[in-house]
């Protein structure tokens, strides 16, 4: 079973960039709690983070044929990712929408995601722990649908 995970704009600097709301674990350590994860639950991820919308929509294109599942922090496209929005509508397996903080305890502006309707579901405001968290969700979501 292959999972995308999927880390939008900025994330690359999760340790540096204001650390009192992201922490201090770095893109590079999340990424390898996942790792880990995966091979506890026998599945493989293809990690990628790109600053770009398009970079992100074109890996969700890439891989609409032979993923079962994926985790995305849209970051900052998650007001206005409308491309992002629809290229997720369009994937034939379960997307989570995942976020290191709790937007609806952050500023005003970011409590509405243009992703969320778009996606399975959302984990959020758990630290690194919301990427294990969907990890897990997704995970179990895409073998309920081999059954």
């Known amino acids: 079973m292959k999972i995308l995970i999927l880390h939008g704009p900025n994330l690359n600097l999760f340790g540096r960039r204001e650390p009192h709301i992201y922490g201090t674990m770095t893109l590079d350590e999340i990424n390898q709690r996942l790792e880990a994860l995966a091979r506890e639950l026998k599945v493989d991820l293809v990690v990628f983070q790109s600053n770009l919308e398009g970079a992100l929509v074109d890996m969700l294109h890439k891989h609409i044929d032979d993923a079962q599942g994926a985790v995305i922090n849209p970051a900052g ?6 491309s992002l929005h629809d290229a997720i509508k369009a994937m034939p397996f379960p997307v989570i929408e995942v976020h290191m903080s709790n937007l609806a305890a952050r500023e005003e502006w970011r409590h509405h995601s243009i992703i969320s309707p778009a996606a399975k579901g959302t984990v959020q405001g ?11 969700a997704v995970v179990e979501i895409a073998r309920e649908g081999k059954a």
Do not use: H, I, P
């Not at 496209?77 to 409308?82: K, P």
């Open 126 to 136: 758990l630290g690194w722990r919301s990427y294990t968290c969907a990890l897990r």
């Open 77 to 82: 496209l998650t007001q206005y990712g409308v």
